[in-house]
């Protein structure tokens, strides 16, 4: 089987949906599954050739999102030319990972070609559309949101939810597509060993200093303020503690701005982008407590990433954060309320013990999220898709 998978975002721009997407591909080859990929150009890759013949990338031209330096929007021109000469016969089915220009060219491609189309739906998109447009009322930018993704996903033979929670958003919008339950697992390579020591010494932090560690993108949805409330909590009985805030996105200057307001600018590091391969394991592997809050997560892979690396996780347990957070995952599950995160941080910066028995649980669960398992069931997906009548659109809308 030959799947064309089409997504408005991938490597170097780091984040769950390129992770979820290189994840799967290198666990799909192993199921017979072979892939091609369609994903934006970069700004560092203008001068490179427009496919990757060795990971089967194809980069398509791409400008710059207003207000978001870090992501790219396709040219649609462009992209319907790169797909339009792959031809109609080289692909059993489309999977698209993205609900932006990706989504409609895939649809399109999918029809021309009279093959079945499966979406993986990744962004809670009706929780954060508020937060890059401000003038939307939140009420109107959620009710325009559920049906934009009623739309969407109508245009498709099957989804994929990471999680429960996410296929039940996604039902009680009034979705009606069939809807399979999917995470997207860990690598083997995400339980080699980092070095935390290392981390510690490049980030000019003393081996023995209490560390808190936040990794992901640094966007407003991910509720990086409410994490440095409960940092601000936790020096008053911890004030050798310091916060590390590993990524980048559009929310790092106001969070700087209320690093200051705080006067926290000696106590918190803001680590920017890591190589995935090196020094990030060096940063889960460095923290005393892993610390997480986001409202939005339809998985929360970077949880899983963390437990791996045997790092103590308090976090909330939000949409699909709850169905990663379990009782066996070693993790303090505490409300979004303040003085109780800062409790629940305290209790383990102060409990060796308790770090090193939460450490060992969290490597234990985390290796029961084997990627390879989940391409498996991914391959079997793809097959039943396949397999069943579809009504082909012959109408082109998009």
Known sequence: MRVLFVSDV???????????????????ASCGVASCLVAPRYPQQDEAPA??????????????????????????????RTLDAMGGEQFDLVHIHTPFIAHYAGVRYARRA????????HTFFAEYLHHYVPVLPRGIGR????????????????????????????????????????????GADRFRPGDGAAFRAR????????????????????????????????????????????????AREPLRAQVASLGLQQHVHFAGYLARDSELLDCYAAADVFVFASRTETQGLVLLEAMA????????AELGTRSVLLPASGALVVPE??????????????????????????????????????????????????????????????
Not at 161 to 185: E, F, I, K, N
Not at 219 to 240: C, D, M, W, Y
Request: net charge positive; proline share 7%.
């Open 309 to 316: 690396q045997g790092a103590a996780v308090v976090s909330t």
């Open 51 to 80: 496919a990757d013949t060795a990971d089967a990338v194809v980069r398509v031209p791409a400008a710059g999102v207003p207000g978001d330096p870090e992501d790219r929007r396709m040219q649609w021109r462009a992209l319907t």
């Open 337 to 398: 309320e303040r003085a109780a995160f800062a409790t629940a941080v305290l209790r383990v910066l102060g409990d060796p013990q308790l770090r090193a028995e939460m450490a060992q649980a969290a490597r234990s669960y985390a290796r029961s999220w084997s990627s390879a398992a989940m391409a498996q069931r991914l391959a079997q997906i793809y097959a039943e898709v396949r397999s069943a009548p579809f009504a082909a659109r012959a109408s082109l809308n998009y």
């Open 203 to 250: 980030a000019g932090i003393e081996p023995g200093r209490p560390l808190l560690t936040y990794i992901g993108r640094v966007a407003h949805e991910k509720n990086i303020g409410f994490l440095l409330q409960v940092f601000a909590e936790v020096r008053n009985s911890a004030p050798q503690a310091m916060l590390v805030i590993a990524g980048e996105g559009p």
């Open 114 to 121: 009279n093959i079945p189309c499966v979406a993986t739906y």
């Open 143 to 186: 009710m325009l949101a559920r049906s934009f993704t009623r739309s969407q996903c109508a245009a498709v033979q099957a989804l994929i939810a990471p999680s429960a929670p996410m296929r039940d958003v996604l039902q009680a919008y009034g979705v009606t597509t069939p809807v399979h339950v999917l995470p997207t697992g860990l």
């Open 10 to 28: 991938y490597f170097p721009r780091v984040n769950g949906v390129s992770t979820s997407i290189r994840t799967f591909r290198h666990d799909l």
